[in-house]
């Protein structure tokens, strides 16, 4: 009797990453991918040092039809100063340049090597991305989670020892 409920169980959670073609390492599509959308930062639920916090920040994700999935972060830092974070990537745990606003200056002017980004999905609902800098050493992590509602969506950065450094909560639009 234990044998077919967890074989029941087995079917249940292989048929819900399936739903989200998370089955044999395949990257969810549009469709099937929660975090696609936009989302706009709850400055009054998220976490920042003493002015740190944005002004105001957008992020968008889609995917495109070659799997990768786009992400794009627009808004104000503390000082008012424009702001962006582009990065293309696929789930795969492979590494993929991060561009900001100031290293895609630097990028364009010399070539200078933008950091690096790793990206797995942990379930159907989180991110875990490693973040190294232009020297390949890891710097942090950071894990996007989405509630089940779909509703919100929480980054809590880390630092190499674990300590959160920031949390950013951001709301579907």
Request: glycine residues 8%; proline residues 5%.
């Amino acid at each position: 009797m234990i044998r077919l409920h967890k074989f029941r169980a087995t079917l249940v959670i292989l048929g819900v990453l399936a739903s989200y073609g998370i089955v044999e390492g395949q990257t969810p599509t549009a469709d099937q991918d929660p975090r696609v959308g936009t989302w706009k930062l709850n400055l009054e639920k998220s976490q920042f040092a003493e002015g740190t916090a944005p002004k105001m920040q957008l992020r968008r994700v889609h995917i495109r039809p070659d799997g990768f999935i786009v992400f794009t972060l627009t808004g104000q830092d503390a000082q008012s100063n424009p702001m962006f974070i582009q990065t293309t990537y696929k789930l795969d745990g492979k590494e993929y340049p991060e561009y900001t606003q100031t290293s895609l200056a630097e990028f364009s002017a010399t070539g200078t090597k933008p950091i690096m980004n790793t990206y797995k999905l942990v379930d159907p609902f989180t991110v875990e991305i490693t973040r190294r800098d232009v020297t390949g050493k890891v710097t942090g992590t950071n894990t996007q989670v989405m509630a089940k509602d779909g509703r919100t969506l929480t980054a809590t950065a880390r630092d190499t020892s674990g300590k959160v450094v920031v949390v950013q909560v951001s709301d579907r639009q």
